[in-house]
């Protein structure tokens, strides 16, 4: 990590290629993310001007020393201090109009402690810098202000005596509200793209199919230090939280039905046991925990290409934690074949989740026949998302190519909790853990 600098300035591949890193055009900034970061700037600012008339100053110090992040709406200010609170309606307004969120979000504007060693400092009143969040997440320093307006530099160490309040938006309310927004659009497509049910896994169709052998091929996936590992590998023989038993919402499911006699009613799911981030990126102190959604996709059973309802995940934070949320994440009773690709992406200021939707749907309209292009629709889903979204760093985690139950299953039966897939990204990204488990209808 890099020291902590303060500047005070005066006044106030495989079968198929993986998709390309694609950057903004040079010199030039994604419009929604200007607009995002516009009405950060104006909030903190705002903020910054409460503090100094000592509108916020006793209650910012009482509500941050008991917890590291309050709603700026829910800030308990003096009636005084209506100025903040209209402007943090236009600030918040701002954001959801540019992120193509419904007014039923409510405020996604929040103030955090940076640097939690602080607390102490900022109880005894000490003044804080404040500063908005950057949307340049390569950025490895932040413009903060005193309440006197005073510029401060800092770099990407957080000082430890002097609190830092960074004014941001609320990614885990975002991201729920974006993956509402998805899933509808992606249902209400479901009539054009894929459908909505086709039955139980004894119609499901093997991925290696006739039909299907184009598109059923397995990527090389990169493994833990550039090893080259198959799509999937066994996670072990030994027993692991999430190993396909379930908290009163399911039964493990390890036998394969693929072909067979249809299930009894209930689901068919592939379920998360455990998965991890492994790019490891230094982060500056005021970058939170990673927003991540998850977008699945696969063929019904009329060989029509479609995409799950999105699906967020919240404890997806920080790499090097293997996270175990025993989540559902395929319901196999919308899949024609036994193959699923995953894409997983994180929030960013410049996704508007409105056109992010129009454009994974319109790109999934395009194909038609499971296995006519041999090319996987992780693929597809990517290169739907419009170049001005992605910035030097991407918005991709990575891509998970050809899940199969039946694969899956088989490796339950030889007692392995289930399987382990890698990402596609060259650097492999992540691995995530897989299991089988039937939910019965209630």
């Known amino acids: 990590?890099?020291?902590?600098?303060?500047?005070?300035?005066?006044?106030?591949?495989?079968?198929?290629?993986?998709?390309?890193?694609?950057t903004a055009p040079s010199g030039a900034q994604p419009t929604r993310a200007d607009a995002v970061?516009?009405?950060?700037?104006?909030?903190?600012?705002?903020?910054?001007?409460?503090?100094?008339?000592?509108?916020?100053?006793?209650?910012m110090a009482g509500?941050?020393?008991?917890?590291?992040?309050?709603?700026?709406?829910?800030?308990?200010?003096r009636s005084a201090a209506s100025g903040f609170r209209a402007q943090v309606e236009s600030s918040n307004s701002a954001i959801l109009t540019a992120k193509g969120l419904p007014v039923s979000t409510g405020n996604v504007l929040q103030v955090r402690l940076?640097?939690?060693?602080?607390?102490?400092?900022?109880?005894?009143?000490?003044?804080?810098?404040?500063?908005a969040e950057p949307s340049d997440r390569q950025a490895t320093s932040l413009t903060a202000y005193r309440p006197d307006g005073t510029e401060v530099k800092l770099g990407a160490t957080a000082p430890a005596d002097v609190p830092v309040l960074i004014v941001g938006i609320d990614g885990d309310r975002i991201v729920a509200?974006?993956?509402?927004?998805?899933?509808?659009?992606?249902?209400?497509?479901?009539?054009?793209?894929?459908?909505?049910?086709?039955?139980?896994l004894a119609t499901l169709k093997p991925k290696n199919s006739a039909a299907g052998r184009a598109a059923s091929r397995t990527a090389p996936i990169p493994g833990p230090h550039g090893r080259?590992?198959?799509?999937?590998?066994?996670?072990?023989?030994?027993?692991?939280?999430?190993?396909?038993?379930?908290?009163?919402?399911?039964?493990?499911?390890?036998?394969s039905t693929i072909g067979t006699a249809a299930a009894a009613q209930g689901k068919n799911v592939t379920r998360i046991n455990n998965v991890q981030l492994h790019k490891n990126n230094e982060e500056p102190f005021w970058k939170g925990g990673a927003e991540a959604f998850a977008v699945v996709s696969g063929w019904d059973k009329n060989d029509k290409a479609f995409a799950e309802p999105a699906l967020q995940l919240p404890y997806l934070d920080w790499t090097g934690v293997d996270y175990h949320p025993n989540q559902n994440l395929i319901d196999w009773g919308h899949f024609g074949y036994d193959s699923a690709d995953l894409v997983f992406?994180?929030?960013?200021?410049?996704?508007?989740?409105?056109?992010?939707?129009?454009?994974?749907?319109?790109?999934?309209?395009?194909?038609?026949?499971?296995?006519?292009?041999?090319?996987?629709?992780?693929?597809?889903?990517?290169?739907?998302?419009?170049?001005?979204?992605?910035?030097?760093?991407?918005d991709e985690l990575d891509q998970v190519y050809s899940v199969s139950h039946d694969a899956i299953a088989k490796?339950?039966?030889?007692?392995?909790?289930g399987l382990t897939y890698f990402g596609a990204s060259g650097g492999s990204n992540l691995s995530i853990g897989l299991s089988n488990a039937f939910i019965p209808k209630t």
């Not at 990590?1 to 694609?22: D, H």
């Not at 499971?370 to 001005?388: F, S, V």
Request: proline share 5%.
């Open 1 to 22: 990590m890099a020291a902590s600098s303060v500047c005070l300035v005066s006044g106030a591949a495989g079968a198929w290629a993986q998709p390309e890193a694609r």
């Open 37 to 59: 970061q516009h009405a950060k700037q104006a909030a903190a600012r705002s903020l910054r001007e409460a503090y100094a008339t000592g509108q916020v100053k006793d209650v």
């Open 63 to 77: 509500t941050l020393t008991s917890a590291n992040e309050v709603s700026l709406d829910r800030l308990p200010i």
């Open 114 to 131: 940076a640097n939690p060693q602080a607390r102490a400092a900022l109880a005894e009143g000490v003044q804080p810098l404040i500063a």
């Open 177 to 200: 509200a974006g993956t509402k927004v998805m899933s509808d659009g992606f249902k209400a497509a479901w009539p054009r793209t894929g459908t909505a049910s086709s039955g139980d």
């Open 228 to 255: 080259q590992v198959s799509a999937a590998r066994t996670s072990g023989t030994g027993t692991a939280p999430g190993n396909g038993t379930t908290s009163g919402n399911g039964t493990a499911s390890g036998s």
């Open 345 to 394: 992406l994180e929030e960013d200021d410049g996704t508007n989740y409105k056109d992010l939707t129009k454009a994974i749907v319109d790109a999934l309209l395009t194909v038609t026949g499971y296995g006519t292009t041999g090319i996987p629709l992780a693929n597809t889903i990517m290169d739907a998302i419009p170049d001005k979204w992605w910035t030097d760093d991407t």
């Open 411 to 417: 490796a339950q039966n030889a007692g392995a909790p």
